[in-house]
């Protein structure tokens, strides 16, 4: 097919190329490689725990490559400046060693999020979860896992990537706001859409699973919610690869519990650890709780910790409140049926989701689904009212549902027998009181 070109087109390209400067003009040159060089990193550290000395001055500021064009009375011409690429303009949250952070990027003219090691967890362990982290999130190119632009070091040579903004808000701000009661929120998320929600986040880790990857971190404040229904997972910086029969490496670290308890004990176990367990305690799978490695079922387990939440609005473990409390809650007490949870703010859950969470939370993984794929499959199921019967009310919802798909295939018999239906029970009744 042929290009169609705008009649000033080639004149306006060609009057821009003259203004070039002649080192734009020519094929870019390309820099030799370096040299590799290999220290062991108790040298190339520096003593504060940043990134290695001899790294720190080379390409310590990304500056603006892009030139603009003005227009002066008639005349294009390019306009060049050299300023910071990316201008932070405020944090959007922390977790258990990083930040991210609000950044303007003026070459493209976006906001994009940045995420960057807190300046006081700097050590060569965490640089290294930082590198595993971006390493692993490069990987998942998926809806539901926010992509990374770009990896850089900033003024204090410090490592950070940036990453996608997305605007929304996290499942455990939705869920504070459902469980004070507010309106607009319920109206807003009934429980099929709440479904959705979750669905979509047991794509991204599925998608995970088949890359060999266990997030490890699965909670309300790492899922994001757009303004568009998106939903994305965040935070995979204590992901780790493994292979299907195989637990992660490295569930314990090098370096004394940075989560001690101190004041409010219940926020300690809703923050990701980085010392001798690896996750959120309250999220934690058993087996996870009490130090073996995570492995895929692991993940299946908080995420009906998070969909229990999710649907109930309350957390199956609120009534511990310290860590020891949370962590021997979580290898020894079941959660209560969700369906029987009361919620003065919103009916009972449905009684088939309520055992969906009851096999997902099972505090032995070969009693758990074996995979999120399987999750998944059971959810679709139950879209089209196929679910197991497990109590009379899945019984008589069951039944329901069955009439429902019947009259849906079967219009016509249904209204048939309804409109014969009528009139026989109404004579017959006649008949039975005429003496």
């Keep these: ?67 603009e064009v003005s227009a002066d009375e008639g005349e294009l011409r390019w306009v060049t400046t050299a300023r910071a690429r990316f201008q932070v303009n405020r944090q959007l949250g922390e977790g258990g060693a990083g930040e991210v952070l609000l950044a303007t990027d003026h070459d493209i003219g976006r906001q994009v999020a940045l995420k960057k090691i807190r300046t006081e967890m700097q050590s060569p362990e965490a640089l290294i979860r930082f590198i595993q982290e971006i390493r692993t999130v490069g990987r998942l190119e998926h809806p539901n896992i926010v992509p990374i632009h770009d990896v850089g070091r900033d003024e204090q040579g410090q490592y950070y990537f940036v990453m996608k903004y997305v605007r929304g808000e996290t499942l455990e701000d939705i869920i504070a706001r459902l469980r004070d009661g507010d309106p607009a929120t319920h109206a807003q998320w009934p429980f099929e859409r709440r479904v959705q929600v979750f669905r979509g986040l047991c794509e991204a880790v599925a998608f995970a699973h088949e890359s060999g990857i266990v997030h490890r971190d ?20 204590i992901a780790r690869q493994v292979r299907p029969d195989q637990g992660c490496p490295e569930d314990r670290i090098i370096g004394e519990d940075r ?10 176990w809703f923050r990701t650890r980085i010392g001798a367990l690896i996750g959120t ?27 229990y939440e ?33 919620q003065r703010h919103q009916p009972p859950v449905p009684p088939e989701l309520g055992w969906f969470l009851r096999k997902g939370m099972q505090k032995e993984p070969k009693d758990r689904y074996q995979s999120v794929q399987e999750m998944l499959d059971r959810l679709e199921l139950r879209s089209e009212g196929i679910f197991p019967i497990q109590c009379h009310l899945t019984f008589v919802k069951r039944l329901n549902m069955a009439f429902s798909r019947f009259s849906d295939r079967h219009p016509m018999f249904v209204t048939g027998v309804i409109f014969l239906g009528i009139p026989l029970a109404i004579g017959a009744t006649i008949w039975s009181v005429i003496p």
Aim: charged share 20%.
């Design 218 to 237: 699965i909670k309300p404040a790492n899922v994001m919610v757009g303004p568009h229904g998106e939903v994305l997972l965040m935070d995979w910086g």
């Design 1 to 67: 097919m042929p290009v169609c070109h705008h009649p000033n087109e080639t004149a306006f390209d060609a009057t821009l190329a003259a203004q070039l400067p002649s080192s734009m003009q020519n094929t870019l040159d390309v820099e030799p490689v370096s040299t590799q060089k290999t220290l062991p990193l108790s040298e190339t550290q520096d003593p504060t725990g940043g990134v290695p000395s001899d790294m720190k001055t080379r390409d310590a500021a990304r500056l603006t490559i892009l030139p």
């Design 281 to 307: 305690p309250a999220y934690m799978a058993p087996e996870q709780a009490q130090g073996k490695s995570a492995e895929f079922r692991s993940d299946v387990y908080s995420l009906c910790v998070l969909f």
């Design 259 to 268: 989560d001690e308890i101190a004041g409010d004990a219940r926020a300690s």
């Design 310 to 342: 999710w649907l109930s609005l309350r957390h199956y473990l609120e009534d511990k409140s310290t860590l020891s409390e949370v962590l021997e809650g979580v290898i020894r007490d079941d959660a209560p049926l969700a369906s029987f949870v009361s």
